[in-house]
């Protein structure tokens, strides 16, 4: 089965910082890794798909990049409405689906 | 607009088993696979599997072989997923989840959970 790391565990950032948090997947995932945010007490949303495709209605603050093994999610301006905990997800097919244990961003 | 309805919060002692219900309301319910996904109280987010709603067919990781059903009511546009043999460690939030685009495997839109404690 496909293990996807995220680093780091949590991140404390200033408002107005350029933040990235990274996935790595065990196997080639090619682009297929999504991200999505959780804010606490809340229903996690997706952002991203396709490694670098922006969901609708997401912020373009947010970005990402990468394929095969190593993905990035970069905000290239912290809001305070970004303080929520980020999940990487594989989705090759479905041996790989799998989440990353998620990274915690605070302010 | 489309939404996951899903049924209320679960207390069950260990041993026993819970059915989730999840209605689907605003789209074609045999056109996505429908997934299950869930969080115990503060960690990460587990892929239970998914079920395709125009063959019944369900796949879901080995962990869970012989202990996850899934199945569905194209009738009322249901999905249900039914958990076996709880332990404490099955104590979750569970999400039924919907693929954003058809047969995608990333997910959107989500369930607004179903809480199942599993305690003696």
């Known amino acids: 089965d496909i293990q996807m790391t995220q680093s780091p565990a949590s991140l404390s950032a200033s408002v107005g910082d350029r933040v990235t948090i990274t996935c790595r997947a065990s196997?080639?995932?090619?682009?297929?890794v999504a991200w999505y945010q959780q804010k606490p007490g809340e229903v996690p949303r997706l952002v991203m798909h396709?490694?670098?495709s922006l969901q609708r209605g997401v912020p373009s603050r947010f970005s990402g990049s990468g394929s095969g093994t190593d993905f990035t999610l970069t905000i290239s301006s912290l809001e305070p409405e970004d303080v929520a905990t980020y999940y990487c997800?594989?989705?090759?097919?479905?041996?790989?689906?799998?989440f990353g244990q998620g990274t915690r961003l605070e302010i | 607009q489309v939404q996951l309805v899903q049924s209320g919060a679960e207390v069950k002692k260990p041993g026993a088993s819970v059915k989730v219900s999840c209605k689907t309301l605003?789209?074609?319910?045999?056109?996505?696979?429908m997934h299950w996904v869930r969080q115990a109280p503060g960690q990460g987010l587990e892929w239970l599997g998914r079920?395709?709603?125009?063959?019944?067919?369900?796949d879901w990781p080995q962990k869970f072989q012989g202990r996850v059903t899934m199945t569905l009511d194209t009738s009322t546009s249901t999905a249900y997923m039914e958990l076996t043999r709880l332990t404490s460690d099955d104590t979750a939030v569970y999400y039924c989840?919907?693929?954003?685009?058809?047969?995608?495997?990333?997910?959107?839109?989500w369930g607004q959970g179903t809480l199942v404690t599993v305690s003696s």
């Open positions: 605003g789209y074609t319910f045999t056109g996505y696979y």
């Open positions: 079920i395709n709603p125009n063959t019944s067919n369900a």
């Open positions: 396709y490694a670098s």
């Open positions: 997800q594989s989705y090759v097919n479905a041996r790989s689906i799998a």
């Open positions: 196997q080639d995932t090619g682009y297929s």
């Open positions: 989840v919907r693929d954003a685009v058809k047969w995608g495997n990333w997910f959107d839109p």
